[in-house]
């Protein structure tokens, strides 16, 4: 069984930053991608950020060069670091694997940028 568990996220003033973790565990392949989305209220959920097992990654346009998603394939552990962050970006962020053609989704962290 995959269990996913995010932790870092909170309330930030805007132009703040905060840095997700979400870690992995069970049953984790090599082969996977691990990344962020976010939703907002009334809002669907949207793609932040994904990073694979290569360390390649991509990036939702809006957060370009504010964000860096990174990971450590030892720890199964995935990171987002969120820089100049906008009141529009509160939402609750969720942290995915995909593995073996198979999502897995932890239970959300909330963001909050407000002053």
């Known amino acids: 069984q995959v269990q996913l568990v995010e932790s870092g996220g909170g309330l930030v003033q805007p132009g703040g930053s905060l840095r997700l973790s979400c870690a992995a565990s069970?049953?984790?392949?090599?082969?996977?991608?691990m990344g962020w989305y976010r939703q907002s209220p009334g809002k669907q959920r949207e793609l932040v950020a994904t990073i694979d097992n290569n360390g390649f990654t991509k990036y939702a346009g809006s957060v370009t060069g504010r964000f860096t998603i990174t990971r450590d394939n030892g720890k199964n552990t995935v990171y987002l670091q969120m820089n100049s962050l906008k009141r529009e970006e509160t939402a609750v962020y969720y942290c995915n694997l995909e593995m073996d053609r198979r999502d897995y989704w932890g239970q959300g962290t909330q963001v909050t940028v407000s002053s």
């Open positions: 069970g049953s984790i392949f090599a082969i996977n991608i």
